[in-house]
């Protein structure tokens, strides 16, 4: 099982960024994807989750209208977009699958830097 990851990214605020989570090894459709982020000097933050079989997404209130989860399951693929991005987005990303209630396979992390 792998989940690899887009490549860092660097934004300025009040733009928008896309991540993306190749997954391979597994049937893609069969575990949900968590999006999962962490700041500088910060602990583990959950975004939420999508159901790569129905598209269904949960994602957590604090991202809200700002946070966009879709998935290509053509490639295995998943994405995270986050918009309006401020200083405070800036943070390592990472997709979970989650397996028998808990993230058993991570992805390598994406750096996200807003800054002007």
């Known amino acids: 099982v792998q989940l690899v990851q887009s490549g860092a990214e660097l934004r300025n605020p009040g733009a928008s960024v896309k991540v993306s989570c190749k997954a391979s090894?597994?049937?893609?459709?069969?575990?949900?994807i968590d999006w999962v982020r962490q700041a500088p000097g910060q602990g583990l933050e959950w975004m939420g989750r999508?159901?790569?079989?129905?598209?269904?997404?949960n994602y957590a209130q604090k991202f809200q209208g700002r946070v966009t989860f879709t998935r290509d399951t053509s490639t295995s693929t998943a994405y995270v977009e986050l918009s309006s991005l401020r200083s405070e987005d800036t943070a390592v990303y990472y997709c979970?699958?989650?397996?028998?209630?808990?993230?058993?396979?991570w992805g390598q992390g994406t750096q996200v830097t807003v800054s002007s």
């Open positions: 979970a699958r989650m397996g028998a209630g808990l993230n058993d396979y």
């Open positions: 999508i159901d790569p079989e129905h598209g269904e997404t």
């Open positions: 090894g597994y049937t893609f459709t069969n575990y949900y």
